[in-house]
């Protein structure tokens, strides 16, 4: 049973709009939630994250929201850039294992 | 160099073959993993080790040999695999479990089993 989804796996964007990616969880017990991006031929690079006492954090044009009680995570990229174009994984850490979503490969037309 | 390696980068074997993966962490961490993606999948933990101790195996096939003589290496000792074992094979790192620390991933190796 997968403990972390997303649910598109797919978007685009044009630059300069903003992208927001979507994750759900199931495991309340999740206390730390990361975001991931990945692109072809290389290992997926740290994004942002948030611990579970915070509902919002921001770094730059990247912004990760909380919502505990929806169990929901999303990622806001404002704006989008083309170099932005790459899969996104979010995960979720219970203190003892990561789990992760199956992506979704974001495009930003230019 | 920084970051976390693996070699090789691209492994094609036969089901007979015994070969080995290798991960280096120049991070400073405590806590290195491995992870196998498979297509359409989710990330899916394999091996973890805590201060060159492994702490977890999530029922992982013994074909599958971990090893880690140090904080700093890590290798996957591969024999008698299946063609369904092809993925991509990565190895990442963070500082110490539970204390909200990102893992740090290298950039794989893709192994295809003919």
């Known amino acids: 049973d997968q403990q972390v989804k997303q649910n598109s796996p797919s978007l685009s964007v044009q630059e300069g709009r903003i992208s927001i990616l979507n994750c759900d969880y199931t495991n309340s017990m999740f206390d730390y939630f990361l975001w991931y991006k990945k692109y072809p031929a290389e290992g997926p690079t740290f994004l942002i994250s948030?611990?579970?006492?915070?509902d919002k954090n921001e770094d730059g044009r990247f912004t990760v929201f909380l919502n505990k009680s929806a169990k929901h995570l999303s990622l806001h990229i404002v704006p989008s850039q083309p170099g932005d174009s790459a899969v996104y994984f979010c995960?979720?850490?219970?203190?003892?294992?990561?789990?992760f979503g199956t992506g979704t490969s974001l495009t930003v037309i230019p | 160099e920084t970051g976390v390696t693996q070699t090789p980068r691209h492994l094609v074997m036969g089901m007979t073959n015994k070969k080995s993966l290798k991960c280096e962490q120049h991070l400073g961490h405590n806590a290195m993993y491995w992870y196998k993606q498979s297509a359409k999948k989710p990330l899916e933990l394999m091996f973890v080790?805590?201060?060159?101790?492994?702490?977890e195996n999530n029922s992982v096939p013994s074909r599958f040999s971990p090893e880690c003589p140090n904080s700093s290496h890590l290798f996957l000792h591969l024999h008698t695999l299946q063609p369904e074992d092809s993925a991509l094979y990565l190895c990442?790192?963070?500082?110490?479990?539970?204390?909200?620390?990102?893992?740090?991933f290298g950039n794989g190796t893709r192994l295809t089993v003919t």
């Open positions: 948030i611990s579970s006492i915070k």
């Open positions: 990442a790192s963070s500082r110490l479990r539970g204390n909200n620390s990102p893992l740090h």
């Open positions: 995960a979720a850490d219970t203190g003892n294992q990561f789990y």
């Open positions: 080790y805590n201060f060159k101790e492994q702490t």
